[in-house]
């Protein structure tokens, strides 16, 4: 059997009388749908845009909160004879509802600290959003295992509906264990203990204890939760901190406390520390006491963090120390780095990474090992070993530098699967000033995609020693 099918001309549109009523009539939203909808005069009739602005209009009013709404009329009316259609759908928003007292149920943080995940007050204006945002900050606070939200549509009151929060708490102490290698640190494990709740305050205790063959530090932090849980936070920090580089050697006693939270749309983090700090560097010993003021701020934007077709990180910080303040030296110093990924040709990303630091210091022999500058490595720049890079005495020992200026591009460009290969270029170093020389590093790369981020295995050479020597790094973690 053979069919021909003759489809003909499309039905037009003679007329679309498209109308809304009641008090969402004159929302940009309601109207912004019609108008994306070509439901107009000498159009062609299509059945499939008739029905989707009609699910679009019930849709936005479920989640605006009109919940009277309903069609006055919705008809498609086709006139054979004359070969067209007449649309008609009249919708009635009706009133629009509020949103309620959110109540919780018994859970161990209390009621009070619950309160101040709310971003919304009793009689707002009804929004899905606003619902689903207050569960998505209470699932993101990681003190439960399950958060259920729900707005109690049937116990409205007044056109205000209820909200009601069910929790399941998190387990209350948190273990974890890491073994990895890097090629700057060499072998390495870590172990933490977190206490989730310490009490109904929802205040948190954790503790890390970090080795490997270069560093290791032994960390404790007790957090407290402040007017916007969400975002701001009170960290009281002690740490023990060892180092041992073939460039220096330091121990490091820390206790500090510090705010973070938000402005400008930026994460925020203000701090005050005081340390002691046993160092060597350049084949001199000496101590240092630092009551240091610290300030960061850090931006990123990503469609995801741990592998990233398009995002960016910026991070600035400003620490300092006076002798006027408890400290064995007056210093300054801002740092600045950035890192931006974006997608190209469809599936490859192009890599840029910069990295600038400038201290200000009268006597640069007095800065501690973990103040000053050093260059080379993993995430610096590739071929040469880790913090090799900076200025020396007369004798060739890295005393490590005042300034810091690193670059880096990076072509990444899919193989297989989960496979890519990778081309790059690095240069910088640390720096006293401007006008040093600084070290380029380029080489080729392979990438596998694993679900803690990409596992990075580079051959660079370094093109600024004489003969080129090649390095191997190896580097695990996501991408911002």
Do not use: C
């Not at 498209?18 to 107009?40: H, M, T, Y």
């Not at 610096?380 to 200025?391: F, M």
Request: avoid cysteine; proline fraction near 4%.
């Amino acid at each position: 059997a053979t069919y021909r099918v003759d489809p003909g001309v499309p039905v037009p549109i003679r007329s679309a009388d498209v109308q809304l009523f009641g008090a969402g009539a004159g929302e940009a939203d309601f109207q912004k749908l019609i108008k994306a909808r070509p439901l107009s005069a000498g159009a062609p009739l299509n059945q499939l845009h008739y029905d989707s602005l009609k699910s679009g209009l019930q849709k936005r009013a479920l989640e605006q909160g009109y919940f009277d709404a309903k069609f006055l009329s919705r008809e498609i009316r086709l006139d054979l004879d004359a070969y067209q259609a007449d649309i008609v759908l009249h919708y009635d928003t009706g009133t629009r509802y509020q949103l309620g007292e959110v109540t919780f149920e018994p859970s161990p943080l209390s009621d009070d600290f619950l309160a101040r995940y709310v971003t919304f007050k009793p009689g707002e204006n009804y929004s899905t959003k606003a619902v689903l945002g207050l569960q998505e900050a209470l699932t993101d606070s990681d003190y439960f295992s399950s958060v259920d939200v729900f707005a109690q549509r049937d116990r409205a009151e007044e056109l205000q509906v209820p909200v009601n929060v069910t929790v399941v708490p998190h387990k209350r102490n948190k273990y974890t264990f890491g073994i990895g290698y890097g090629t700057d640190t060499g072998a390495r494990v870590s172990t933490g203990w977190e206490r989730r709740l310490v009490n109904k305050r929802g205040h948190r205790f954790t503790t890390d204890l970090r080795l490997s063959e270069v560093k290791n530090n032994l960390s404790a932090n007790y957090s407290v939760p402040l007017k916007n849980p969400r975002t701001e936070k009170l960290t009281y920090s002690a740490g023990y901190f060892d180092s041992d580089t073939d460039t220096n050697r330091s121990q490091t006693t820390l206790l500090g406390v510090s705010r973070t939270g938000s402005r400008w749309g930026l994460n925020e983090t203000l701090g005050l520390s005081f340390q002691r700090e046993d160092f060597t560097v350049g084949g001199v010993d000496d101590t240092s006491l630092l009551l240091m003021p610290e300030a960061s701020w850090l931006w990123v934007r990503a469609d995801d963090r741990i592998y990233s077709t398009r995002g960016m990180r910026m991070q600035l910080t400003l620490r300092g120390a006076s002798e006027a303040l408890l400290s064995s030296t007056t210093f300054v110093q801002t740092q600045l780095q950035a890192k931006f990924i974006q997608k190209v040709f469809s599936a490859s990303r192009i890599i840029l990474r910069g990295e600038a630091g400038i201290s200000y210091i009268p006597d640069f022999r007095e800065l501690p090992s973990s103040q000053r500058f050093f260059a080379g490595g993993d995430q610096s720049v590739r071929g040469y070993d880790y913090e090799s890079l900076a200025p020396t005495d007369a004798n060739g020992v890295i005393l490590g530098g005042r300034h810091l200026l690193v670059g880096s591009a990076e072509y990444e460009h899919p193989i297989k699967g989960k496979w890519s290969a990778a081309v790059f270029v690095d240069t910088g170093g640390a720096i006293d000033s401007l006008s040093d020389r600084l070290s380029t590093g380029a080489g080729i790369g392979l990438r596998w995609r694993s679900p803690v981020g990409l596992i990075r295995f580079d051959v660079a050479s370094a093109l600024s020693k004489d003969g080129h020597p090649l390095r191997v790094h190896l580097v695990i973690g996501p991408d911002l």
